[in-house]
């Protein structure tokens, strides 16, 4: 049976000014969809843009970017909250679900710097900002000479914290430069070959609560089957070792016509210990190719990867 659209819609966001740009793009778009339905934009301060001192693995994860947004939900003050999908956390919480994902940007990584032009010119010792053990276990093993430091907050203050002088390079999304509108940011792309994507990079996510089948048939229109199949295998693989923010971790699945190419890594922060695996498999079964995966992980020494990951994080 086909649901009508509500008088009133409440999306909950973020106020980070990438966050906004999101929820203003799916309202848009939710505009186009349903022009009768009134459409507003809850923005909150999360505990995860709170917190700017300290690295996410040692403050409790990628939730601290949601849990107020479902709180909102849970307390009927928003119907749905949108995110970038690499911030949501790989089990949500019981009664909440994953309502549609957008057409995924541009999925690499991109080197921001105002004094050197690539990752291969920064003399030994130059000061690399990144919020991601995987950016840094990935920059370790290519250019052992550089120094990763953590780089916490939103994108305009991290730009900042270059312009400073802070860092001779920063390393950042490049789906997030392009949405603001800063792609000339961008000194290099990092490829996929260079720099494996985090899970979800680059997609956007629209999370309700759970059992809310008329929003489910609302969304249905936002949601890009290929991209929701790709990050599926992604988020899989980073379930099956935890998907948490305190290992070096990455996924990263194509598609085209049904078919399905993902390529996953996991490492040690340092860098001196990298497993990698790919396959090829159907689209249409996107846990079962993350799964494949993980197992060639698995007998590449995945375990004793993150034992040793353990190990540094409790040392």
């Not at 793009?25 to 001192?53: F, N, W």
């Amino acid at each position: 049976m086909k649901v009508s659209p509500p008088s009133k819609l409440i999306i909950a966001s973020r106020e980070s000014r990438l966050a906004m740009w999101q929820a203003e793009h799916v309202r848009a778009k939710l505009s186009a969809l349903y022009p009768q339905c009134s459409i507003e934009i809850l923005g909150m301060t999360t505990k995860g843009d709170q917190i700017l001192d300290r690295t996410l693995s040692k403050v409790g994860g990628k939730g601290l970017f949601v849990k107020e947004l479902e709180v909102a939900m849970e307390e009927r003050r928003a119907d749905l909250a949108v995110h970038s999908l690499k911030d949501v956390p790989m089990e949500l919480p019981e009664g909440f679900a994953l309502a549609a994902v957008l057409e995924r940007e541009d999925p690499r990584d991109a080197f921001v710097s105002n004094d050197y032009a690539s990752l291969a010119d920064l003399p030994d010792g130059a000061v690399v900002g990144t919020s991601s053990l995987r950016r840094q276990a990935l920059i370790a093993a290519r250019f052992p000479g550089l120094i990763v430091r953590p780089l916490r907050g939103n994108l305009d203050t991290r730009l900042g914290k270059l312009d400073r002088g802070e860092y001779a390079a920063i390393i950042l999304a490049a789906a997030g430069l392009k949405r603001l509108g800063v792609p000339q940011r961008i000194r290099a792309y990092i490829e996929p070959e260079q720099s494996l994507p985090a899970p979800g990079q680059g997609a956007m996510a629209i999370e309700i609560l759970a059992g809310r089948d008329d929003l489910t048939q609302l969304l249905a229109p936002l949601n890009h089957e290929a991209t929701a199949q790709a990050v599926r295998a992604e988020r899989t693989v980073s379930r099956v070792f935890g998907g948490s923010c305190q290992i070096p971790l990455a996924a990263f699945a194509t598609v085209s016509n049904g078919a399905m190419h993902l390529r996953a890594m996991v490492g040690t922060p340092d860098g001196t210990r990298i497993a990698v695996a790919e396959v090829d498999g159907a689209a249409g079964t996107p846990e079962a190719v993350g799964q494949q995966v993980a197992a060639l992980l698995e007998a590449k020494g995945a375990g004793d990867i993150l034992a040793a990951c353990r190990a540094m994080e409790a040392g």
